[in-house]
């Protein structure tokens, strides 16, 4: 099986997994889960922590939208992380842009984009789950 296969195979969650990351408690669906231990994307997890309870303010709060987009292949494995309190579009910026300028993240099975949510409060905790898993 490959692993866009195995993540499609997950709609809603059966079990929540909690952890800490930078003194946040961070939660993952079984999906992102898979995600992390299959695809070695842990980073991906401690690159979305790492916005919750920053300088943002309260930007990070609630609904997001993140994404990891591969850019073309003249940067050599390199990616931009994005995140949005609404919908992408022309008009609603995202409040986060990192460049990741090297990873190793599955494009090839998982597509030049993939998209994932996050929510919570930084009081409460972030759960992060598969768009499949909302």
């Not at 946040?24 to 309870?53: I, N, R």
């Not at 940067?75 to 990741?100: G, H, M, Y």
Request: proline content about 4%.
């Amino acid at each position: 099986m490959s692993l866009s296969t195995d993540l499609g195979q997950f709609i809603g969650s059966m079990e929540y997994h909690a952890t800490t990351l930078r003194g946040l408690k961070f939660v993952c669906t079984d999906g992102m889960l898979h995600l992390a231990e299959a695809a070695g994307a842990y980073w991906l997890l401690d690159a979305v922590s790492s916005y919750q309870g920053s300088q943002l303010d309260r930007a990070c709060e609630g609904f997001q939208l993140w994404q990891l987009r591969k850019l073309p292949d003249n940067c050599k494995n390199a990616a931009e992380l994005t995140c949005w309190r609404d919908t992408p579009s022309d008009e609603v910026k995202p409040f986060v842009r990192q460049l990741i300028p090297y990873t190793d993240f599955p494009f090839d099975e998982l597509g030049e984009t993939f998209q994932f949510y996050a929510c919570g409060t930084m009081s409460d905790c972030i759960t992060a789950m598969l768009k499949s898993e909302y």
